[in-house]
């Protein structure tokens, strides 16, 4: 069944966070499956589970629970957001293959563009090596007791929920922010975790463009 896209713009985080809840209470076996791709106002969004520690200096950025899961993390301008909507079940995964599978679309992504991407296998998202982004080199073995972000940056955060065997939330991947509000936190719920979009890694390409292939790949590794 193909994957339906919807390209909403720049919209407020609670909004979009509403309408994903309610199509997914309201969806049944034979609903389509759904991809909605955003840009959101500047927010930081806390996991379910999510401790207000982590929330160092919010200002004058809004802090919003949700019901996905993970810690706290930042949208703004110039983030690439993607949100599917997906029934597990008839897919015919589980859950961690269906958070493999949005980490591999980011990494065929990144690649796109020269970056190489890495996963960390107890932190989900996708991270790059700060002194060399475009070392194709796979990431070291890190010895018990040492820190596994060190010399490391973050350019993907991920956090679904599921209900009833149908996930939503989804993925961001930084472009082009301003990336000071996630001095503001502990990104994910790690001290001291750096994060980096593509420009401050030296690639200059429009939110758009990614946008569009980060799509393509979704609806790819998504469609049953």
């Avoid at 004058?60 to 993390?73: A, F, K, N, S, Y």
């Avoid at 790059?128 to 073995?141: E, I, K």
């Avoid at 973050?154 to 209900?163: E, M, N, Q, T």
């Avoid at 922010?177 to 890694?201: H, K, Q, W």
Wanted: hydrophobic residues 40%.
């Amino acid at each position: 069944m193909q994957m339906q896209m919807q390209w909403l713009g720049r919209q407020p985080y609670d909004g979009i966070e509403a309408r994903m809840r309610a199509f997914t209470e309201a969806r049944g076996p034979e609903t389509p499956d759904e991809l909605w791709m955003v840009e959101h106002d500047p927010v930081f969004t806390q996991g379910v589970g999510g401790r207000a520690e982590h929330v160092l200096m919010p200002g004058d950025i809004p802090v919003v629970r949700t019901q996905r899961g993970g810690q706290v993390t930042f949208h703004g301008p110039g983030q690439v957001v993607a949100y599917p909507l997906v029934d597990l079940r008839r897919l015919g995964v589980f859950v961690k293959e269906y958070v493999f599978r949005l980490e591999a679309a980011v990494l065929q992504v990144l690649e796109a563009y020269e970056v190489t991407g890495h996963r960390i296998r107890t932190a989900p998202g996708i991270y790059v090596r700060l002194d060399d982004p475009f070392d194709h080199a796979p990431l070291s073995t890190v010895e018990p007791g040492l820190d596994p972000f060190a010399g490391l940056g973050k350019i993907a955060a991920l956090g679904v929920k599921v209900s009833r065997h149908c996930a939503y939330h989804g993925l961001a991947v930084n472009v082009a922010m301003d990336l000071e509000p996630f001095g503001r936190i502990n990104p994910c719920g790690y001290a001291g975790l750096r994060t980096v979009d593509l420009r401050s890694l030296g690639v200059q390409v429009e939110p758009a463009d990614v946008a569009l292939r980060l799509a393509q790949r979704l609806q790819t590794l998504l469609t049953a």
